[in-house]
């Protein structure tokens, strides 16, 4: 590796620059000084003691050659061994620089020289390095004479030899700790500090670098227990690097996954499709001049099995759907999940499909048979809008939207449709784009109103409710000014862009504080009926809704009725009946708008605490002419009865329509037969005008049976 120093001095530069190697460097140096420190001591009283010696040899020879003999008769006078001259000559020729000489007895004979001060009896040396003297004591067995002499000595060489024994063996034992040290540092530093050092450096680019470290010292994992730790060491960085390498892979698989496939199905998901059908669009339709068709595949009524089977059931025909798709689609196709209940298919087509109905035709065969989940069989009913590169577009968001233009068509035309695109559903939308931005404004500068049909009891005559029905004058350039708009188109315009809740609200406001108005003027107690939409009953919140426009209006709450169509009710009844329930309890009362035309049960209107049943106009057209139909109306009017509640037909428009009803004991009735919708204060006449003529006609016909 660039950089790195050779193998033989690897360990010197690194060795050195560590705080573990000075430690144990200046540990091991100190250990080795303490030892020789000791044997130093040792070793330089041993060498002074054999100079001493010496030393003493050598005053001991000068004494003895010079001291005369003597007899027992010179002994008992005392005689002196040496005389001034011999002593003189013995200082003269050896370091011997003064002697006492005693007798047997310890008394001292005579003295010559320095003085000395040890006694004959007791030590026998003694060395003064101050003055350089060195005191013996010679007994007569040393010197083989019957005295006892103690010498000063000049010990000055003695002291220079070993002070120059003790430096020479101090450098001595310093060369030697330094180079026992560092003999055994680079021992230790190429088995074990070298090792630690690498082993460090390895952690440390490990640290910094988890996914590519630096592994430094391979040929250092030898055998031995050092070698052996570097070598796991280095192996679980290896193993810790391949692991977060292998997470970065896995984790990336799994964005990605999640960022470009739906995770029920597995399906690419509407990112995915879309980068992959502007890559077929500019390879193949603009680079190959081939093809290409995008089917919008939309499951119908998907959301009512789901609320009424369960989710579980729901995600299962999902993934049914899914697979049948990508069973009956061509290898180049790519199949996708759009949305909930919506998928989309990009093929290339060949030149004998021009339109891609003979692989959609595939597509729909697939979807034929029923999905069998857990041992229950559902049919599947498919909306499909088609868009083809390049006639419908030159790149993918063009296809995508031109495609779902097309799906939206097909769900507004009744739904189990096929639609292709064409520029006229595109001008459709642009209208419903318009009328959008139409009916946002006409909420805000008070351009709707509320038209109020009667409704009639048919056993008496007397108006005893309406319906508020809203009405759109649009502003226009004609000579009337406005134009009306239908109420389907509109409504339909507004429930898709969740616009219909705050409409809703707004007709229930207005309808409430209508009623006020009537009551405040002294007319009769009349309910209203307000329609209320799926949105508004699942989504808007509309038992707060309700209480809070009941508290702002005044209105009586008894004389509030809302409509709610039966298959409202079915999507999610735990929660209808729980939130009918709450709404009673506010005190208005509850109709079931269109009856007839749903598939609610006995057992599920039991359950609803409803007040009213409306007969759907299209059983009382036909009543009359279809014998299905009359049976229908006779058999909701009876139901109706059965359930306690009162039963409404709504449309009707011929007195041929009011005998008929009052023949099956239908309760009320409303309808073109009476009046058409009308504004507030013509309703307001309507209801004095009749009411007025009502009376007049109980009174006459009260005159009359007073007169028979």
Known sequence: MQGEPPPHLEGVPHMWRSRLSWRITLTVFAVILLVQGAALYYSKHS????QLAQLRAVARTAIVQHLEKTTSESLRRNAIPLD???????????????????????????????????PPQGIKNYLTSAQNRYEVVY?????????????SIDSSRVLAAVARFTEKSIVIFLLMAGLVTSILMLVLGQWLLEPVLTLQKNL??????????????????????????????????????????????????????????????????????????????KRKVKGENRRLSVFFIDIDHFRDLNNTMGQEIGDRFLEAVGRRLVGAAPASAVVSRLNADTFA?????????????EILGHFLESLAAPV??????????????????????????????????ALSRAKDDGRDAIRYYSDD?????????????????????????LYFQPQFDLATGAIVGSEALLRWHCPDNSPEGSHLVPLEEFVQVAEQTGLIIPLGEWVLRRACKTGKEWRDKGGAPISIAVNITSMQFHRGDIVASVARILGETGFDARLLELEITESVFMEDMPTSIDTLRQLHELGVRLAVDDFGTGYSSLAALRSFPVDRLKIDPSFIRNALINEEDAAIVKTIITLGHSLGVKVLAEGVE??????????????EAQGFQYTRPLPSARFEEYVAAYNRGLVRDRLHVVGKDTAS
């Not at 298919?345 to 109905?357: A, F």
């Open 204 to 281: 440390i680019n490990a640290a910094k670098n988890p996914k590519e470290p630096d592994i430094l010292g391979a040929g250092k994992e030898g055998r031995d227990e050092i070698g052996v730790t570097l070598r796991i060491a280095n192996s679980l960085i290896r193993k810790n690097a391949w692991n977060i390498k292998q997470m970065e892979r896995q984790t990336e698989e799994r964005i990605h996954r999640l960022a470009y496939y739906d995770t029920l199905t597995g399906l690419p998901n509407r990112i995915l499709f879309m980068e992959k059908l502007e890559e077929a669009i």
């Open 47 to 50: 060498f002074e003691a054999t």
């Open 345 to 357: 298919v990009m093929t290339l087509l060949d030149y004998t499909d021009q339109d891609g109905s």
């Open 84 to 118: 001034l001259a011999a002593a003189s000559r013995i200082m003269a020729t050896s370091p011997v620089r003064g002697l006492t000489i005693y007798g047997l007895d310890d008394n001292q004979i005579i003295s010559y020289g320095e003085g000395t001060t040890l």
């Open 425 to 449: 559903l595109d001008l459709a939308v642009h209208k419903r784009f318009h009328l959008l931005g139409d009916l946002r404004e006409a909420m805000q500068t008070d351009q709707l109103q």
């Open 372 to 405: 069998n989940i857990l041992q229950e069989e559902f049919a599947v009913r498919v909306s499909v809008g088609v868009a083809t590169a390049p006639y419908d577009g030159h790149d993918s968001h063009a296809i995508m939207k031109n495609a779902d233009i």
């Open 139 to 151: 007994r007569p067995s040393d010197i083989n004479s019957p005295f006892n002499i103690v010498a």
């Open 654 to 667: 011929t007195a041929f329509h009011l005998s008929f009803l009052k023949d099956q004991g239908c309760d």
